[in-house]
């Protein structure tokens, strides 16, 4: 796991969906992003632990995020989601969900990520991969 850091200059103000769950984007940089949300009752299903979309939203956003850096806030790029895998190997035991994407290739119109979930344990609970196309800017 990386330390976590994102320039200022780069942090944006959280958009709906985020604000309703309460993840942050904590890391930011070229090809990589980490992305947390602490569990809470709202997050979880009928047992209790957190719900499966949680988790594929947190890889969609880390992966989406990681293939989107440009470093420059005036040059913002946005991508959207072609196909997205999810992988749901454990079950959480902590009390904090990281989310580290990274990108893996690609090339002026789309690129390929993978992204893990761990909690703040270190228990590996779910993996994904993703395609993203670069939306026009």
Known sequence: MRDSHIDPALAE???????????????????????????????????GIPHGGVHATLLDTAMGFAGCYTGDPAEKQL??????????VGQMKGSLLIC??????????????????????????????????YRSR
Request: no cysteine; aromatic share 12%; hydrophobic share 35%.
């Open 79 to 88: 991508a959207m989601t072609l196909s997205l895998n999810v992988n749901y």
């Open 13 to 47: 103000d959280p958009y709906a969906l985020q604000k309703h769950l309460g993840f942050k984007i904590t890391g930011w940089e070229k090809d990589y992003a980490r992305v947390e949300l602490p569990m809470q009752d709202h997050l979880g299903n009928r047992y």
């Open 100 to 133: 580290e994407g990274f990108r893996t290739g690609g090339g002026r119109k789309t690129f390929f990520a993978e992204a893990r979930v761990t909690d703040d344990l270190g228990t590996l609970i779910a993996t994904g991969t993703a395609v993203f196309r």
